[in-house]
């Protein structure tokens, strides 16, 4: 019977692995990976909440851009607000353009008959079918000066274009309270209604006018903002002087993040509103 090798059997044996230097190789393998993980999670967690608070900033701040822009060309005296437990309403009528009417010749407004047109002093304005104008808007309530109830506005009944001469369709004549300084017209769309509610800031148009505000005036609506934990407007009518309101919105946004925290972004904007009818 052949004898084996002293010298391979030892070299063989000094190969191996015994399993208490596996058990020794592994638990140095958790303790190197639980000192990375202090020194990575961290950062990680870090990088992932910054960039959610980066792109929730960008919502808040895009929905409030938004609404400050759309603010800035409202018809004067039409900005609303209406809160009611805990949904919140912002609703004003829009403008896309305007100019002064004629009050001496020409085709002059006439607030004493049923007028159908007038002229246009200076360049003429741009006018889309199913816009209306509006006269003199002095705001909600005040008799003959309130364009959400219609008695100073008429609906314009000509093709979409640029017109010196403006035809509207009137059943009435205009209040003649509306023959006063600065003789100005509005031409202006549906009105829009940006409604907190739900979680959501959502914007409406398409409903058209209700003489009262309403938290759900219907029409189409978009969403402008999700995950809304906070939304509140308010608006002040001679907050700044007689011819300026004051607009404010409160715009909360939060998400959970992974491991259970949540990041939340609050904005707060306040918008001067021409009040100059």
Do not use: W
């Not at 002095?138 to 403006?166: C, H, K, M, P, W």
């Amino acid at each position: 019977m052949p004898r084996r090798n002293p010298a391979i059997s030892n070299c063989r044996r000094q190969r191996a692995f015994t399993l208490i230097e596996m058990i020794i190789v592994m638990v140095i393998i958790g303790i190197l990976f639980a000192v990375v993980g202090i020194f990575i999670v961290g950062p990680v967690q870090a990088y992932y909440s910054g960039s959610v608070r980066a792109e929730l900033t960008d919502v808040a701040a895009n929905a409030v851009e938004r609404i400050s822009r759309e603010l800035h060309m409202a018809l004067p005296n039409s900005v609303r607000v209406l809160v009611s437990g805990g949904t919140s309403a912002l609703e004003f009528i829009p403008t896309t353009d305007g100019g002064r009417y004629a009050t001496e010749s020409g085709d002059k407004l006439d607030f004493t008959a049923i007028d159908t047109s007038f002229d246009v002093l200076g360049p003429a304005v741009s006018i889309a079918t199913g816009q209306s104008i509006v006269v003199y808007n002095l705001g909600q309530g005040i008799v003959g000066s309130d364009a959400y109830a219609g008695n100073n506005r008429r609906t314009f009944s000509g093709a979409t274009g640029s017109y010196a001469n403006v035809a509207i369709t009137s059943a009435a004549a205009l209040p003649a309270s509306d023959f006063a300084p600065p003789y100005r017209f509005f031409v202006v769309s549906q009105p829009v209604s940006y409604v907190c509610a739900g979680g959501s800031l959502t914007r409406y148009t398409g409903y058209g006018f209700l003489v009262s505000q309403s938290i759900s005036p219907g029409g189409g609506g978009g969403v402008v903002a999700s995950n809304v934990t906070s939304c509140g407007f308010t608006y002040d009518a001679s907050a700044i002087a007689t011819r300026t309101g004051l607009a404010t919105v409160a715009l909360s946004i939060s998400r959970t993040l992974p491991n259970g925290t949540a990041e939340t972004v609050s904005l707060y904007h306040a918008i001067h509103v021409d009040n100059l009818p």
